[in-house]
Structures are given as C-alpha cells and as structure tokens.
C-alpha cells in the first residue's frame, strides 16, 4: 500500500510540476518587467517573510479590535473600507477567472486580524503622530499592534496588500513578520484647485489613493491667480466674483467633506492661501487689497501683489486667516510667498513713500520681509504653525523658528544645506514636479532623489521632515489627474516612507509594477509605467 | 401710453445691459485661452454665419431622410446616435444649471434636419469614399446634403456641433451655410493592442472620439513581439501561446463588434500583422517560423525576424494571410516592413546558404525584398492592397505601385519628397507620435505639420492620401488611452481635414479650449491643453 501510495504521490507530483512548468511556458509573452507578488509598497522598514502560505478566509474575515482598545470612528470605518479593499465587493471576486485553483485546507486558514493599539485616537492626524506598527501572520492567525490609531491605519493597508487573490474568490497570505514606521513624518501631495478645479469626487478619489500609498499630507493650493474657488464665510464675493464660476467653487459643505474623507484616512489637510504673489483673483472683490501698478506716472490698469504698504491689507488678511484658521483644523496653513513680482511695488507711488519711511531703501526684499512677518504674526496669533515656499528665507527674511520651509526650485541640494543651517524644518518637493511629464519610465528618477542628500550635520539632516510631491494644475483636471499622478507618486510614496537603504530602481520595478496592477486592481486609473505588459485584473 | 412703454422698455433695457454687464464683470477669472463658441472642429471647408440665432426644440427634435434618399442601417442609426450627441440624455439636460435664460420664440425654431443623398449606402468607408456634403440652417429649417451616406455622416457630427446648449435644455444655432469636404481621404489612428491590451470598451469609445473628429480610419496595429492577442481561427494557438493572458485577448467576436462599430461610423479597421520583424510573440505557437540565432556557430536560444528563406514561411503567411482577408473587411492590410534587424538572418548558416543561392551576396536588403514581395504577392492574391512603412522602400525594395508608404521615421520632409518621387500613395505619421509626452501645449506643434510641406510636383503632393497619428502602447493601456490621445488628436483632425491655410495656431487655440470642453461635455476625458481654465459642462 505504501509502495503504491509513493507511486501516486510521485504521479500527482510529476502532473503537478509539469502542469505547472508548460503553463509557465505557456504565456511566452513578454512584459518588460515581471511583476513580484506580495511585496507591499511602500516596502516595510523591516520585514520577514516564509514561503508557507495560508488560506485567508474572505467570506467570514473579522477585523476585531483587542479587548482594551479604546474604539473610535477612525479604526471601526477603517475595518468596514478595509473588508472591502482586502477582498473586493464580493460579487466582484466570483467574476474572478481562476488562474490557480488551490484546494482548500481548513487547518491553516486566517480568518480574523486582531488589531491593538494604545492610545485613545486623536482626532486628527498631527505631525507628531506616531504611524509605526508590527503586524505578525503565524499559524492561523494575524495580529496588527500599534501605539496609536494611526499605526494601525498603516498597518491595516500593508496588510491588505499582502492579501493575494488567486481567483474563484479565494486568497492567499505569507507567514509573515513586520515592524513598520516612516521614515519621514511629513508625506504630502499638493494638488492645485486654481489653475483646474478639481471636482469634490476627484479630491476623495485622490485621497483615498493617498492612503493607500501611506501618504499623511494633501497640501490644497486651493486658490491662485486665475482663480478663487474657495467660498468664503466672511467674504462671499471672494469666489462669487473670483471663481471661473458658480460651479467650479469649493462651498463650505465640500471642504468639509474633504476634510473629513482625509481625516478618517489618517491624512492631514494644509491648506495654502499663497500671497502676497498669487492672489490676482484676490483682487476682484477685495478692493485695495492688490498694489496698483503705473507705467510713466499714471495707473496702467493692472495690479501686482498684495498692497504691503496698507493697514487695510493686515486688517482683511487677519479676518480672512482667522476664519481660515476655523476652517482647517490642521495646525499649520501654508502661506505659500513665492515668485513675489517686484515691479508693480518698484512702479507704486505710495509704496515708494512708504519704503522710504520705513528705511528700506530701494530693498524690495525687505518689503517682503515686512509683509510676511506681519502676515506670519497674524497666523501665530490664531495659535497655527506656518509653511512657506523658500523665497521668504532666499530673500533675507527671519521668520519664526518653527517654520516649515518647503523647496521647491532648482539647486536644491545647496538649499536644502542652507535652510537646514539656519535651522528651520524643511520639505523637498523640488525634484518632484509631477506635472512635468515625459516620455518613458520618470519614476526611476523620481524614486532615486533623497532629501536628505546634502552635506550637512545629522542635526540639520533631522531637520528634513519629509516632503511633497506637487501637481500643479495647469494641465491636469479630473479628466487626467489620476493616471497623472498615480503610480508615478508611488516612487515619492516609498522615498518618503521606506528606509534610506531602499533606492534600487532595479530591485523597485517588479514590485512598482506589482503595485501599480493592485492600483488598478482596486479602481484607480494607475497608469503603465514599465514599458510592454499588463495586469491580470484591470478591466471592470 | 406709448410714452410708458418706452420708458418701460428703456428701464429693461438698461437693467438687461447692466446685468448682463455686470455678469460678465463678475467672473474676472483668467482662463489662460478663452474657448470660441458655435465653431465647429475641424474647420469646414467654407462656413459663413450670422449672428442670427435660431431655438432648437431639442425635445421634438426630428431628423428626417428626404423622400427619395436610400435608408440603410448606417443612416438610421446615425440619427438616433446624434440625438443623443446634439441633446444630451434627455434627463441629463435637465439637470444644466441656467447660466444664460433665453425667452422661447416659436417663430424660429428649428425642430428637423432634413438629410438627403443621392448614392445608395455602401456597406463599408472606402479610400474613394465622397465625405462632402452642404448644410443649410436658415429661417427654421436644416438642411443637410451629401452625395453619399459618408458625407452625411460627417455633416450631422458638424451639424451636432453648432448646436449651442443655453443651459435649462435649451439650445440655440447660428444662421449657418457649410460647404465642407475633406482634404485628405485617409485620416487615421493608430493604436496599439499588444504592447498593452485595450479593452474593446475602450477601442468603442475611442471610435466615438474619432468619428466626433472626423478621423475615418482606425489602423488597429494588433499584435507585435510582446503579445498577440488575435484569436486566430485557423491558427488558435498563437493567441494561446502569444497574448499576455485569457483575459488578454481579442476574439473573433469581439474584432466583429470593433469592425461593425466603426463602420456606422464611417471608420475604415486597417488591421496591421507587421513582419518579417516585430514578430516574436508569433514564435511561440509557429514552429520554424522565426528564424533561429547563431552565436559562435551555435544556436543561441533567440529567435529573430520570419525565417525568408523557409517556404514554411510562406505557406503559413499565406494561409493565415487569407483568414486575415476574410475577418478584416477593408481593400487593405498593413503589413509594417519595419525595423528589421538583420543580425540574427546574419548569423543563420541555412541563411547566409540561402543568400549564395539566390546571389543576394551579403546583402540582407535584398532578402528583405525578396521577402516583402513574396508576402506582397500573397496579399495581392487575396485582391487586398496593402501599406508599409518606409523601411521597405527605403532598403530599396520595389513593390507594387498601388502600394501605400507610411513615413515614420525623422527626415520625414525629404523622405516625403522621395517616396512620392517613386510614384506610391503615402502617408504622414513621422510629426504624430502622440506616445511622446512633454509639458505642455503641444497640441501646436502637431497642428503645424503639413503632409505636403515638401518639395515636389502637384502629382507628387497629390499621392500624398493623408496621415495617421499613433499612440504606440509602451506607456498606454486602458488607464491613460482617452486622455493621452485627446484632445492632441484633435489638432491632427483638423491638420488632415481642413484647408491648407487653416494653420494659425493662434486662430486655432480659441476653438481647440471649445472643442475639447466639447469633448468633456460628451463625457470623453479630453485633457486641458491650453494652461489655466475651465469647461462650462465638466462633472457628471
């Protein structure tokens, strides 16, 4: 009997890896880049992983929160999103075609992730949260432990991802060990409400692929020049007459609702009024607010920044900050103070009586610097931490010691090794322009920047806590702005999270295109960045 | 009481121009180009207009064939197709927010397009196709006039265009008389269904977008070395063997539903099976197809372009040729002819055997031309025509004269010049590639690429039959496709169907913002092109 029972085994063996190795034979297509399986990205600061697998099972899977942990709405949301994330709408998995059927084995079958945490949830994620977690799948069963909520959050992501559909419904998980935390603690995405408007859905729709890059940040430049969509409590006419108009405006209720999709998502929303350039939409109801410019002595029509010369200036932007300091919870707002034009100041009759005065000479700068000190003033009054683009510290100007400085232009490794000399916290977002596009595989090159590459102390390295990537919106609407940005951010995504160590594009791209099809997988216009392939889920 | 009149209709008068004053004050928002409106894409041959606006009754909307005119399939489903186009979903009309309320005047109203043309419908776009046709909108009647179906096709999508929604489901049009016809018989796009598979969804709603712009042929490049996803019936394996997956395949049916699809809409399917290169994925399932490689005398495992000097080759090229003639209904196929690498033929010792015996010497381009031409034969055999691209021509290989040349490469003018000088039909794609990427406008630059910008006699610019623009798959699948083609595909449109002297960019750039937020409202992503703006119609 054992002879024969050998014999069989040996058959259904010979069957089985002959099945195996012509089906692998098979499909001799050739994608350019293979894609690995059950690597999640960003890749875990430390992970280990067997070859043993074990069967997970979707139709009855709990996520359970240990006895002791204080819930919240964050982690009971958490938990039904990510039922749905890990396993699909469940109609959806039985259209799935079995590409490999496994036989189901009722021993080793993971059917529940305990999830514990110490702290009570905040509400809002802070800069200061702590995201770290370890998250263990031995034997049968899973456990993701954290400090806070927002670990957790993390935690929950990664583990979805190491979740792999075989088809017919069915899913797999690694044995598995990992403990988890980022690198940097400031991960943001900027996206421009000004230039495009982007609609309310897009926003949640990009919110949502944030977290599942464990983005923290959207940075809103939510209004510039062209336009003013942001509906304004105090000053109605700013987007009434501001706006492109009255259905490109964000209303109280929207920024609400984006606020509230990202907070649950654990990501932070910073909102940017930049000025005193940018703001020509400002002008069309804040009358006096815009320097008027002259051509030979007289008034030629047009304006420049904000008047920095007029107390009505500091009177309206102390209202309208106080009631943006209302409407964002987040502590810091961006004030943004980039590309100040100094012509329309240089021509202004009353603003050079008023350089005068102040002794300034023929130093624009220092105009500057007077402007942004009293504007940043009026943000510390309102007890709320300030962000600025790097021409407020490039132009002379002391700012308070918390500033978070944000570069943004070229140079940057020299600027970075300035301002972290002067001591501030600073962003790098310059390397990652994501509406600069070309053809080909950019997010070898996006993936390769590190912001902490400047010769600098480990003091002023520290100083870097994280940084964004920008979309700015001049080409990019809700038509494009998906397949845009995604993957491509994917490769900041893993810069600003995993450890330094893990900046080998070649290692990267198998798990980059792994990524990109569970993107796509899960909804989201991710776009091909790997030359000639495909993904096995990817059409509704 | 006349007196009260007067002054009743003064005070409207000068509430109406105040209002209407102050309304367009009120958005003082800077879209970087303002769109035009009621100009249709592409340019008609011959349009005047007058400001003379006239109601549309969208809601009893009739368009009529006139007595006489020869029905077919095409014709009425063109009519129940653009109801929807010009109209909207009726419900959906309904939910326009009113940005400008028109008074109803039942005296001018026009409530039909009355159609006519004289030939009986062909069956299927041909190269000789008549596309021309007059549209009348005068008083309240609409009169549109081809000589065949093709031409009233292009004239209802011009007709749908000039049709300008007020908001509140109402809609107005122009005084309008259009003398339209295209410039070029051959206006085509290339996609691409292997380098990353395109879901027939997309294909479909890819043909739309073109038959919106007039292009009338799709050449549908569907497999090449890294897939083959046509399911072949005489030769089902190399689908089997070659596509990316089972999930990655176009069956009969469903190249049926792509032909039948484009041809209501007057869009010719020009399939290309490129060879004797780009055919690595048709190695997989051909045995002795490819020609195997030698390295330091021994086969090194690689295969490389058709083996030419098998009449296995030709035997199979000639059955599965005759299938392709079968499925596909167009006069032609193309058969590519480019890129062949001669190294691996070079390094075949039955190959160099073969070039003594033939007495080509070491001259692989007259193995290549042996080669096309026996495949040309084949496919002349079959009373198809057929296209290449350059290569073939420019290795100096002679083929048949009703051969089309498609100009891919750089140096485009001079080869344009050249190919011409031979006495073949060519084709503009060189300036086309809309795979290339950059930030920007570029639609611009495309527009300004003329087919016949070169030096020759009228009978050499007269066998240019027009161009193609192509979006190879290396970066493009279904996530990207819509927005990367269009509206850059729209400048090629308009290049390939108006007059020569349409070409200022600066005409255009107003009526391009129009077109693509037309696009948008039609619920294609139609990316920005032109910085900073807004579509009036943009979220669902």
Aim: aromatic share 12%; charged share 20%; net charge neutral.
């Amino acid at each position: 009997m054992a002879g024969i029972r050998r014999c069989m085994l040996f058959s259904f063996l010979l069957f089985y890896v002959t099945e195996c190795n012509s089906r692998l034979k098979k499909y001799n297509a050739r994608p350019a880049v293979l894609a690995t399986s059950g690597s999640p990205w960003p890749l875990p600061r430390n992970m280990t992983t067997t070859q043993v697998q074990y069967q997970v099972d979707a139709d009855n899977f709990k996520f359970m929160l240990n006895t002791g942990t204080p819930s919240c709405d964050i982690i009971v949301k958490a938990f039904a999103r990510y039922k749905v994330i890990a396993f699909g709408p469940r109609s959806e998995t039985l259209k799935f075609r079995p590409n490999f059927r496994r036989r189901p084995n009722k021993e080793n079958t993971v059917n529940q992730l305990t999830v514990r945490y110490v702290q009570p949830c905040d509400q809002y994620l802070s800069l200061e949260s702590d995201e770290s977690y370890t998250l263990v799948v031995t034997g049968n069963t899973a456990s993701l432990t954290a400090n806070e909520v927002w670990g957790a959050l993390r935690g929950l992501e990664t583990f979805s991802q190491l979740i792999l559909p075989q088809g017919s419904g069915m899913y797999v998980i690694n044995n598995t060990v990992i403990h988890d935390a980022p690198r940097f603690k400031h991960r943001g995405v900027l996206l421009d409400g000004s230039r495009h408007f982007l609609s309310v859905l897009k926003l949640k729709e990009n919110l949502e692929a944030m977290a599942q890059n464990k983005f923290n940040v959207f940075h809103w430049h939510i209004v510039d020049d062209q336009a003013f969509p942001y509906d304004s409590i105090k000053f109605p006419n700013m987007s009434k007459l501001g706006a492109y108009d009255s259905n490109h405006i964000y209303s109280q209720a929207d920024i609400k609702d984006v606020i509230e999709f990202a907070r649950l998502r654990g990501i932070r929303v910073v909102p940017e009024f930049d000025s005193p350039g940018h703001t020509q939409s400002w002008g069309s109801s804040i009358s006096n607010l815009l320097t008027k410019c002259y051509k030979n002595g007289s008034l030629d029509g047009s304006y420049g920044p904000v008047n920095p010369a007029e107390e009505s200036s500091y009177n309206f932007l102390k209202s309208f900050f106080g009631e943006v300091a209302d409407v964002f919870p987040d502590h810091y707002i961006h004030l943004g103070g980039d590309e100040v034009d100094f012509s329309c100041w240089e021509s202004n009759p009353e603003i050079m009586k008023f350089m005068q005065s102040m002794g300034f000479g023929k130093d624009y700068a220092k105009l500057e610097e007077f402007y942004m000190q009293k504007l940043l003033n009026i943000i510390s009054g309102y007890r709320k931490g300030y962000l600025i683009w790097q021409e407020v510290i490039d132009n002379g100007a002391k700012v308070a010691a918390d500033t978070v400085v944000e570069v943004w232009k070229g140079g940057y490794i020299d600027e970075l090794a300035k301002v972290t000399s002067l001591g501030y916290k600073t962003l790098l977002s310059s390397c990652w322009y994501l509406d600069y596009i070309s053809y080909g595989s950019d997010w070898r090159n996006y993936y390769g920047c590190d912001p902490q590459n400047f010769n600098g102390t480990s003091a002023q390295k520290a100083l870097v806590i994280g940084g964004e990537t920008c979309l700015w919106g001049e080409y990019v609407d809700d038509t494009n702005v998906i397949s845009r940005l995604w993957p491509r951010a994917s490769a900041i995504a893993e810069r600003l999270w995993s450890d330094e160590s893990v900046n080998s594009v070649s290692a990267a791209e198998g798990r980059m295109e792994e990524h990109r099809c569970r993107m796509v997988r899960r909804g989201f216009d991710a776009q091909p960045m790997n030359g000639p392939g495909f993904c096995p889920v990817e059409f509704p």
